[in-house]
């Protein structure tokens, strides 16, 4: 058995952790790297949770092998369930191939006519500085749907819908629909709601203009300048994403994260934007957080205090540095 470990931005300790479990374990490994050639394995191993994970399918157009997503804390995800503490009690069922495999769907994505990376969650239109409208026109199939102006406009897989889609008012959508919904952002008409269309469906959002230039966030990690207009439709392959854990099937990912809905209502406007960044991010320091979310330094700390009361977030010492805190969104139960 080969197995492929890739952990861009994760600690090498984590890495030599898995690569010993696997040895032990009569299992062969080889490290992927971005510049790796392709190479044949039964899996992927995929370090540092859900963010880890997105960032090996912006790296990577070959789908063709199961990912198993492993967090490095005990941070909770939904496409990365297996905490490394406990990756030794699952090594045999991976080795026995004793585990089932999901077919995420993916968008993929056109820039002004160039193909980038696909995605997992979702495609984020908006001027690159906030609090300034954007006019676009939707089109699905190639027929208008609108003429908007907003804050913004998201496109997001099911998977996705549990994400940034959701803080911005739209539906969540069961992970095994055959769907991609649609939000315009904080829109001038009152009257604009989100809509679901088909995943085989051809969406383009054209005449893109606002003040200062537009960009498309893919997943929130990468970022691409977008000069008039950004199409999508599915992807094929899906990815393929390894499932270990009864518990972490859509409906319960789908439970857990309505729960947390429910929570963000009453939370302050500060509380949830660290929690949104850490949960697209991953774990941060204090001052990463301060500058990634602008937000003065006395607000953040008020924040985290508050997270931390509520059992949102948990602080733990920075591998890399012990003198430094870092935080994490912890499981939700």
Sequence with gaps: MQIGIYGSGTTSS??????????????????????????????????????GIRNYFHRTFDSSSPVLGINEGESGGFLAQID???????????????????????????????????????????????AMLMEHTLSVNGEEVWHDSSDG???????????????????????DSTVFEIISVNSLNINRRPIIVSNSSSIEIDDISARLHCEAVLDGLDRYKVNKNVECTQFFPSAKIIRLKKDSTAISALAKKAHLAEELLSMPPSSKLLLKTLEYEGALTQKDLANKTLLPDRTVRLALSHLLEKGYVKKKVSVRDARQKIYEISKIE
């Design 153 to 175: 406009i998201i496109v997001a897989t099911p998977i996705g819908s549990s994400a940034y889609s959701m803080s911005a008012g739209g539906p969540v959508i069961f992970q």
């Design 84 to 130: 490394l503490k406990e990756f030794p009690s699952y090594v045999n069922r991976l080795k026995k191939q004793n585990y089932s495999v999901e077919e995420v769907p993916r968008l993929g994505v056109k820039i002004d006519g160039k193909n980038v990376f696909p995605v997992l969650n979702d495609v984020a239109v908006f001027p690159s500085k906030s």
């Design 14 to 51: 984590s890495a030599k952790i898995v690569k010993k479990i696997l040895s032990d374990s009569d299992i062969q490994s080889f490290t992927i790297t971005p510049k790796s050639k392709t190479k044949q394995c039964d899996c992927v191993i995929v370090l540092g949770g859900d963010k």
